[in-house]
């Protein structure tokens, strides 16, 4: 077993990023994960003119500043997508594929997806449907699967899904260059529901459908729920206190997953209050 850091920051936004600079400055053994891409949301947006002191500016732009500020500090992203987080009692394990990281506190900072599940999907999760395509991709070995990406991290799950799956469809829900495997048939119809009684059988499109045995939904991020079990949610946003706090000791959380307005400034400033109320726990504990 690896090391057990102080503090576990999920995301690389604005509010996971802001976090992070607040515990390396409070002496904290942290471990970010992310992208180094930071965040798409970041990167897509065309002019940012309500961020203090940066004044017309492009998302890239904004971006790049900020991973200026990282590197500056000596802040590096591990670039693995958690797939779950469990609460062990005095620490967090953090499980990605295989690996397991363990934390005495976590900040989640996963920013929130805008695209609504599928009609289907969530009764039938575990049962054919999943978010994790390399964990679970033996489970289909010579069966067919549906993989339905929204962003271009999704095509190297999916060409590890082919080199195991009978049959991979992938659905891409972004335009771009696709890097896939030969083997791997694009699709590009939208899908619309996923049907199964006890399993998936098929999932219907705008146009037409497909039988399958396994839909892997490759999002952005995981609903919050999802990610760590027993958290309580109020209206799709993870219910924190004014110290960012959430119902599980240790768990904080902050930007976009806990709720309105969904902007930079919002985001950062609840990383920083996170950040602080992690520190305070962790002094607090002596653990
Ligand atoms: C086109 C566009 C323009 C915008 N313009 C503005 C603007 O002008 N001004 C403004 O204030 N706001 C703007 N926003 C809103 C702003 O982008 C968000 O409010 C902000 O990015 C939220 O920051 P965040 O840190 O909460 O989350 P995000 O920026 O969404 O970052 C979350 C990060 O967490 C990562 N992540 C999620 N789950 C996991 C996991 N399980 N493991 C590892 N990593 C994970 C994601 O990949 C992502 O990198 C705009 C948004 C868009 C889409």
């Not at 102080?6 to 994960?33: C, M, Q, V, W, Y």
């Not at 976590?106 to 009609?119: C, N, Q, S, V």
């Not at 962003?151 to 799956?165: D, G, H, K, P, Q």
């Not at 896939?180 to 999932?203: A, F, Y």
């Amino acid at each position: 077993m690896g090391e057990r850091y102080d503090i576990a920051i999920i995301g690389t936004g604005p509010a996971g990023l802001e976090a992070a600079i607040n515990s390396k400055i409070r002496n904290k053994n942290i471990i970010l994960f992310g992208s180094k891409e930071l965040s798409r949301k970041l990167v897509k947006a065309p002019k940012v003119n309500n961020f203090l002191g940066f004044y017309n500016l492009t998302g890239k732009e904004l971006k790049n500043h900020f991973a200026a500020h990282i590197e500056a500090m000596g802040i590096g992203i591990v670039n693995e997508r958690i797939n779950n987080v469990y609460a062990m009692g005095d620490y967090f394990a953090l499980m990605v594929n295989e690996k397991i990281y363990e934390a005495k506190s976590i900040i989640l900072a996963t920013g929130i997806e805008y695209t609504k599940p599928l009609k289907g999907e969530e009764k039938l999760l575990g049962k054919g449907v999943g978010y994790c395509a390399t964990c679970d991709a033996p489970l289909y070995k010579g069966k067919t699967v549906v993989v339905v990406g929204y962003n271009n991290e999704a095509e190297e799950e999916t060409n590890f899904v082919s080199e195991l799956c009978g049959k991979t469809y992938y659905i891409p829900m972004y335009k771009g260059d696709y890097k896939l495997n030969s083997n791997v048939e694009i699709i590009s119809h939208k899908p619309i529901e996923i049907v199964g009684e006890d399993r998936v059988t098929k999932l219907i499109l705008d146009h037409g459908e497909i039988i399958t045995d396994g839909i892997f939904m490759l999002r952005d991020s995981l609903s919050p729920s999802q990610l760590v079990p027993g958290l309580n949610i109020e209206q799709d946003h993870i219910k924190v206190d004014r110290n960012m706090q959430s119902n599980i000791e240790g768990c904080f959380a902050a930007g976009d997953c806990t709720g309105k307005p969904y902007q930079y400034m919002k985001a950062a400033g609840e990383g920083l209050v996170a950040a602080l109320s992690a520190v305070s726990y962790l002094d607090l504990t002596k653990k």
